[in-house]
């Protein structure tokens, strides 16, 4: 009987809580404990709170993972700032706001049909923008980009317009040493080219026109010695260690 209703009714769900030290609650949701994997699996609603006990985010959970509306809930106001939908467990719809401990807003992100679309923005601690880029169905489309480590530290720094890369582009190593600096026209490398050692001597100098490698190319050992020198034209080697 109790197998016959759990597959007509499905697993029977309990509630989590979970608090700050204050007592206060952290978090709380339904869940349904999955033998197999030996595991709580979050079914059914979800609340998160501040330390204050006000919401911080609102929303629901299918099978551990997020579903429908989310709303998100910014520390300083008690009125709902933010909603996205998810669909699966991926963001649909909506837009989607991360925040600092100063309450100052972290990350902003625009989503429709599951791509990402309209304004996308990083910002520092203190407020300040770090990068702010525009997508279109899910192309990076106007604006600078900036890629991170996982430590949050600079990797690389473009810019888009009109969907194509536009302009000087930089590299930089986990060190933050500057790795390599280019320029683009029109999504295509166009002018000097060059790659550094972490420390800071040239590893690589060339050029492209157009996307392709063009004139003179020149090959660094650590020592600054050169190792390779070829002459392009039209992206093919003319020229040296061809």
């Known amino acids: ?47 998160s709170y501040y330390e204050d006990g006000r919401y911080r985010e609102v929303g629901r959970y299918t099978k551990d993972v997020k579903d429908g509306e989310w709303s998100l809930y910014k520390y300083s106001a008690d009125v709902k700032k933010t909603t996205i939908t998810y669909n699966g467990g991926k963001k649909w719809s909506g837009e989607y706001v991360e925040y600092w401990d100063s309450d100052n807003i972290k990350i902003e992100e625009n989503y429709k049909l599951g791509k990402k679309d309209g304004r996308w923005a990083r910002y520092g601690e203190d407020g300040s923008i770090i990068s702010e880029l525009e997508y279109k169905e899910g192309k990076r489309w106007e604006g600078n980009f900036v890629e991170y480590f996982p430590d949050g530290k600079i990797k690389r720094e473009e810019y888009f317009r009109h969907g194509k890369k536009n302009g000087k582009f930089f590299e930089y190593y986990e060190s933050a040493e500057l790795k390599g600096e280019g320029n683009y026209i029109e999504g295509k490398l166009d002018g000097k080219y060059l790659w550094y050692y972490k420390s800071k001597l040239i590893r690589l100098k060339g050029n492209y026109r157009g996307g392709e490698n063009d004139g003179s190319w020149i090959w660094y050992d650590e020592n600054g010695s050169i190792t390779s020198e070829k002459i392009y034209q039209e992206g093919r080697c003319v020229e040296g260690d061809c």
């Not at 809580?17 to 339904?30: A, I, L, V």
């Open 1 to 47: 009987m109790k197998q016959m209703m759990k597959k007509l009714f499905g697993p029977r769900k309990r509630l989590w809580t979970q608090k700050y030290d204050n007592g206060e609650k952290r978090e709380e949701y339904q869940y349904y404990f999955d033998p197999e994997n030996n595991k709580r699996l979050k079914h059914g609603w979800y609340k």
